[in-house]
């Protein structure tokens, strides 16, 4: 053993603490940079957010912003608007998550059978979470056209009337929830796809022997096996559908009609239509608090995150 | 252990405060402390955040290094943004006390700019005498509680009449006649769209376009203490006017936005629609014999009387006043006719600057005749910030109105109280 390495390890504290580069403190150096990295991206916003959330800042008061402490969220809450635009939220989100995980992972237990020609199929699969998010809504908003869009031309070939999808804003509602699933379902079919590549075969070899039938396999064996995969994934399209933007505008084409609108469209709407930035920061504080309390408790009760025993 | 952790933790969060907060803004690239007794003579830096088209920008380098070859100690940064970037930043820079000393943009960036307090009057830098060179309804387009806040170097942005030669002889000039050649023009396919013509299409469902009526029977979405009239006769007659030029007079197709008209004009199957300035050029491109006119006259109404807007420079409240000199050799360079008229030029709108309008390639062009004769139909859009809870309120009530059969008067009731409640909360009542 060198000098070196014997004052490192020496029982004696006072030689040990003498080689900063291993001591008891070596951990935290190795995270520091991690730290710093989080600390401009993450906390510091994050804390910003809320200190804004807690004045009026808005055109007026924009050098000068006055501490109005919670007074922005008792506002808030008091909104009729605000308890309707979250119920929409809310729908939206978990429709369009439903369908994504639905859609993804019955695509992936497709997709990992034989099948004549999977991998061409697993890249067209992939197409609408390649393409970028604004061509797609773009794309969507010509299909759904009254006149000329796709959609209705093909209702009205298969003998359906056309359907106003962007002049009646509770279509326009459902014809965005339509883009943004097939946007979302490629997302959930790879990752289900990747958990169900990692099953072992010999559970289902077992269950075979065992008897048990395709719907027996598929409820005791892969949807357990899956759930390590599927749950974080689903707190993440929670998070991304909750907080999707670009699609309601360009679907809706703005902040038109209140019944197209979403929680985080008003909050952009409060922020830079009206620059009232304090009160769209509380609103943000709000959602980032309720997407936080859900993803907490969807972990723990699905368990999404501990072994699978 | 713990310890450590906060020592860290609490000092990292101070050290981004002191470095977030800290007053003194950032040292001038060169020569930010110039000599008051030789100004000229120092180096200069000034930084300008623009929003310009890309034929624009390059105009803007061309004439920029002509500036500092005849300025050497004059240097011009310019950094590019669109247009909801330029105002985010713009504002955000300013808070930190680092932004540019000139923000170029259009003028509904000024409301918003000067409430904040983040950019000053322009005579704070330029005389009276500068200003009477431009144009008089371009500089009024950045004025507002008693100052000019914009040096406009264009003006335009104006919707108008535009027909297809091909299709339509001359332009209509009421809306009798408009109604008469659209009818005359329209041949519809029930079966197939695309053998269809159409008479007259235009952005049903935009309240920039629908203001165009409502100005013509005497409207106007705000009062001179920028509250929101919305609901009055005007308004009313507007609404019933724009849903019956389908419902009576046949014309258009149900959910008319910008692209169906855009794109059937640029193929040659829509004999007149209704369009803004920037988008002249592209028609003219893609091989359409394109007409160019005001708004016609509307039964019982005036022309149709449609938005302009300039775009043009503001000054940073933030600019040090050691590089007013410069600033003001910039506005001399940058605005005199010659140069004025390729920046008119290259964005297809009208010069601001009165001379250049005598200048031959002014005269000779085509697009800019059309934007003279044009403009002289149109009023200047407020620039006040409580235009967007106006613009806000109108749309969902227009929308109603046309797909929902709402009463139009209802309507207009509705659009008031949502525009007064729109502004109530931008003042942060």
């Given at each position: 053993?060198?000098?070196?390495?014997q004052?490192?390890?020496?029982?004696?504290?006072?030689?040990?603490?003498?080689?900063?580069?291993?001591?008891?403190?070596?951990?935290?150096?190795?995270?520091?940079?991690?730290?710093?990295v989080?600390?401009?991206?993450?906390?510091?916003?994050?804390?910003y957010?809320?200190?804004?959330?807690?004045?009026d800042?808005?055109?007026?008061?924009?050098?000068?912003?006055?501490f109005?402490?919670f007074?922005?969220?008792?506002?808030?809450?008091?909104?009729a608007?605000?308890i309707?635009?979250?119920?929409?939220?809310?729908?939206?989100?978990?429709?369009?998550?439903?369908?994504?995980?639905?859609?993804?992972?019955?695509?992936a237990?497709?997709?990992?059978?034989?099948?004549?020609?999977?991998?061409?199929?697993?890249?067209?699969?992939?197409?609408?979470?390649a393409?970028?998010?604004?061509?797609?809504?773009?794309?969507?908003?010509?299909?759904?056209?009254?006149?000329?869009?796709?959609?209705?031309?093909?209702l009205?070939?298969?003998?359906?009337?056309a359907?106003?999808?962007?002049?009646?804003?509770?279509?326009?509602?459902?014809?965005?929830?339509?883009?943004?699933?097939?946007?979302?379902?490629?997302?959930?079919?790879?990752?289900?796809?990747?958990?169900?590549?990692?099953?072992d075969?010999?559970?289902?070899?077992?269950a075979?022997?065992?008897?048990?039938?395709?719907?027996?396999?598929?409820?005791?064996?892969?949807?357990?096996?899956?759930?390590?995969?599927?749950?974080?994934?689903?707190?993440?399209?929670?998070?991304?559908?909750?907080?999707?933007?670009?699609?309601?505008?360009?679907?809706?084409?703005?902040?038109?009609?209140?019944?197209?609108?979403?929680?985080?469209?008003?909050?952009?709407?409060?922020?830079?239509?009206?620059?009232?930035?304090?009160?769209?920061?509380?609103?943000?504080?709000?959602?980032?608090?309720?997407?936080?309390?859900?993803?907490?408790?969807?972990?723990?009760?699905?368990?999404g995150?501990?072994?699978?025993? | 252990m713990?310890?450590?952790?906060?020592?860290?933790v609490?000092?990292?969060?101070?050290?981004?405060?002191?470095?977030?907060?800290?007053?003194?803004?950032?040292?001038?690239a060169?020569?930010?402390?110039?000599?008051?007794?030789?100004?000229?003579a120092?180096p200069?830096?000034?930084?300008?955040w623009?929003?310009?088209?890309?034929a624009?920008?390059d105009?803007?380098?061309q004439?920029?290094?002509?500036?500092?070859?005849?300025?050497?100690?004059?240097?011009?940064?310019?950094?590019?943004?669109?247009?909801?970037?330029?105002?985010?930043?713009?504002?955000?820079?300013?808070?930190?006390?680092?932004?540019p000393?000139?923000?170029?943009?259009?003028?509904?960036?000024?409301?918003?700019?000067?409430?904040?307090?983040?950019?000053?009057?322009v005579?704070?830098?330029?005389?009276?005498?500068?200003?009477?060179?431009?144009?008089?309804?371009?500089?009024?387009?950045g004025?507002?509680?008693?100052?000019?806040?914009?040096?406009?170097?264009?003006?335009?942005?104006?919707?108008?009449?535009?027909?297809?030669?091909?299709?339509?002889?001359?332009?209509?000039?009421?809306w009798?006649?408009?109604?008469?050649?659209?009818?005359?023009?329209?041949?519809?396919?029930?079966?197939?769209?695309?053998?269809?013509?159409?008479?007259?299409?235009?952005?049903?469902?935009?309240?920039?376009?629908?203001?165009?009526?409502?100005?013509?029977?005497?409207?106007?979405?705000?009062?001179a203490?920028?509250?929101?009239?919305?609901?009055?006769?005007a308004?009313?007659?507007?609404?019933?006017?724009?849903k019956?030029?389908?419902?009576?007079?046949?014309?258009?197709?149900?959910?008319?936005?910008?692209?169906?008209?855009?794109?059937?004009?640029?193929?040659?199957?829509?004999?007149?629609?209704?369009?803004?300035?920037?988008?002249?050029?592209?028609?003219?491109?893609?091989?359409?014999?394109?007409?160019?006119?005001?708004?016609?006259?509307?039964?019982?109404?005036?022309?149709?009387t449609?938005?302009?807007?300039?775009?043009?420079?503001?000054?940073?409240?933030?600019?040090?006043?050691?590089?007013?000199?410069?600033?003001?050799?910039?506005?001399?360079?940058?605005?005199?006719?010659?140069?004025?008229?390729?920046?008119?030029?290259?964005?297809?709108?009208?010069?601001?600057?009165?001379a250049?309008?005598?200048?031959?390639?002014?005269?000779?062009?085509?697009?800019?005749?059309?934007?003279?004769?044009?403009i002289?139909?149109?009023?200047?859009?407020?620039?006040?910030?409580?235009?967007r809870?106006?613009?806000?309120?109108?749309?969902?009530?227009?929308?109603?109105?046309?797909?929902?059969?709402?009463?139009?008067?209802?309507?207009?009731?509705?659009?008031?109280?949502?525009?007064?409640?729109?502004?109530?909360?931008?003042?942060?009542?």
């Amino acid at each position: 053993m060198s000098e070196n390495q014997q004052a490192v390890f020496s029982p004696n504290p006072k030689k040990r603490q003498k080689n900063l580069a291993v001591s008891r403190w070596t951990p935290y150096w190795y995270i520091l940079p991690a730290f710093v990295v989080m600390a401009i991206m993450v906390f510091y916003p994050l804390g910003y957010g809320f200190y804004l959330s807690l004045t009026d800042m808005s055109l007026a008061t924009f050098k000068n912003p006055n501490f109005i402490g919670f007074g922005n969220y008792l506002k808030l809450l008091q909104e009729a608007t605000f308890i309707r635009t979250l119920l929409r939220t809310i729908v939206w989100t978990a429709v369009n998550v439903f369908f994504h995980v639905s859609i993804g992972l019955f695509l992936a237990v497709l997709l990992n059978r034989k099948l004549p020609g999977k991998g061409l199929l697993r890249v067209l699969l992939i197409i609408p979470w390649a393409v970028p998010q604004y061509i797609v809504a773009l794309t969507w908003r010509g299909m759904l056209n009254n006149q000329f869009g796709a959609i209705n031309i093909f209702l009205q070939k298969i003998g359906f009337s056309a359907l106003p999808w962007l002049t009646d804003p509770t279509w326009t509602f459902i014809g965005a929830i339509l883009t943004n699933i097939w946007l979302g379902f490629p997302f959930m079919m790879m990752i289900s796809l990747g958990g169900l590549q990692s099953i072992d075969k010999e559970f289902y070899e077992a269950a075979e022997i065992d008897g048990a039938s395709s719907l027996q396999q598929f409820r005791n064996i892969t949807m357990p096996l899956l759930k390590p995969v599927l749950a974080p994934a689903i707190v993440l399209g929670t998070v991304w559908t909750f907080n999707m933007l670009n699609v309601i505008l360009i679907i809706a084409g703005g902040f038109g009609n209140e019944k197209t609108q979403i929680l985080v469209t008003e909050v952009y709407r409060l922020a830079f239509n009206f620059y009232r930035y304090g009160y769209a920061a509380a609103y943000s504080v709000v959602i980032f608090l309720i997407l936080l309390v859900f993803g907490m408790t969807f972990m723990r009760r699905t368990q999404g995150i501990e072994e699978v025993r | 252990m713990k310890k450590l952790s906060l020592v860290l933790v609490v000092l990292l969060v101070l050290s981004f405060f002191a470095g977030c907060t800290s007053e003194e803004p950032a040292a001038p690239a060169t020569g930010g402390e110039t000599p008051a007794e030789e100004p000229a003579a120092e180096p200069v830096d000034i930084a300008l955040w623009e929003q310009m088209d890309p034929a624009a920008q390059d105009v803007f380098d061309q004439v920029a290094a002509d500036f500092m070859a005849m300025y050497p100690n004059i240097t011009v940064t310019r950094t590019h943004y669109e247009t909801e970037e330029l105002r985010t930043n713009f504002q955000t820079a300013s808070l930190a006390g680092q932004g540019p000393e000139l923000v170029y943009g259009p003028s509904d960036n000024v409301g918003l700019f000067n409430v904040s307090g983040l950019i000053q009057p322009v005579t704070a830098v330029l005389e009276e005498s500068f200003l009477s060179t431009l144009d008089e309804n371009a500089r009024k387009d950045g004025y507002t509680s008693g100052e000019y806040w914009t040096v406009p170097d264009i003006n335009g942005n104006q919707i108008a009449l535009l027909y297809n030669k091909a299709l339509v002889d001359q332009a209509p000039e009421t809306w009798q006649d408009l109604v008469a050649a659209a009818s005359a023009a329209r041949s519809i396919d029930e079966n197939n769209p695309d053998n269809s013509t159409y008479g007259f299409l235009f952005n049903e469902k935009e309240p920039f376009w629908f203001v165009g009526f409502y100005n013509a029977f005497g409207g106007s979405v705000m009062d001179a203490d920028n509250n929101p009239t919305l609901d009055n006769d005007a308004m009313v007659q507007a609404l019933q006017f724009v849903k019956d030029v389908r419902a009576k007079e046949g014309l258009g197709i149900e959910g008319m936005d910008y692209d169906i008209p855009d794109s059937l004009f640029k193929q040659g199957k829509a004999a007149m629609i209704l369009n803004g300035a920037w988008s002249w050029t592209a028609y003219q491109e893609a091989g359409i014999d394109l007409g160019i006119a005001p708004g016609p006259v509307l039964p019982g109404g005036d022309n149709m009387t449609f938005y302009n807007s300039t775009k043009g420079y503001m000054i940073s409240t933030d600019m040090d006043p050691a590089k007013a000199d410069a600033i003001r050799t910039f506005f001399d360079f940058f605005l005199s006719p010659e140069n004025n008229a390729k920046f008119a030029l290259a964005n297809s709108q009208a010069p601001t600057v009165k001379a250049a309008w005598d200048l031959p390639e002014i005269m000779n062009d085509e697009l800019q005749q059309a934007s003279v004769a044009t403009i002289q139909h149109t009023t200047p859009m407020p620039i006040v910030a409580e235009m967007r809870a106006v613009w806000d309120a109108m749309r969902p009530e227009l929308e109603a109105v046309l797909y929902q059969d709402k009463d139009p008067a209802e309507a207009a009731a509705e659009m008031q109280t949502r525009a007064v409640e729109g502004v109530a909360t931008i003042r942060g009542e």
